[in-house]
């Protein structure tokens, strides 16, 4: 089993920055694809940023392109999510999540959660 923990969220000018931290642990994934996900109200999750096992390989949806960075730690076993130019648009909690087979896509379905982060960006 994989436990995910969030943090670095919180409220934000539009126009600020926020860096997301994911800690794994019970066991390491740094042999496993990693992404973020956000949940705004009314609207579905949405993958928001992926990366490959090795940080070679990245995915980003084309609303956060520029502005976020994803980046991992695997001898720490971390996941990170760089926020930069933050719009109203871009509040939602924010999950990141694991994938527990080694080699496939990072945009194929993940398998372990996190609890979210609340990030709130003010107009």
């Known amino acids: 089993q994989v436990q995910l923990v969030e943090s670095g969220g919180g409220l934000v000018q539009a126009g600020g920055s926020l860096r997301l931290s994911c800690a794994a642990s019970g066991r390491t994934v740094s042999s496993f694809a990693l992404g973020w996900f956000r949940q705004a109200p009314g609207k579905e999750r949405e993958l928001v940023s992926a990366i490959n096992w090795s940080g070679s390989s990245t995915y980003y949806t084309q609303s956060v392109k520029g502005r976020f960075t994803i980046s991992r730690d695997n001898a720490n076993n971390t996941l990170y999510l760089q926020m930069n130019s933050l719009k109203p648009e871009d509040t939602a909690v924010y999950y990141c999540?694991?994938?527990?087979?080694?080699?496939?896509?990072?945009?194929?379905?993940?398998?372990?959660w996190g609890q979210g982060t609340q990030v709130t960006v003010s107009s």
């Open positions: 999540a694991s994938q527990s087979t080694v080699g496939v896509s990072p945009l194929d379905p993940y398998d372990y």
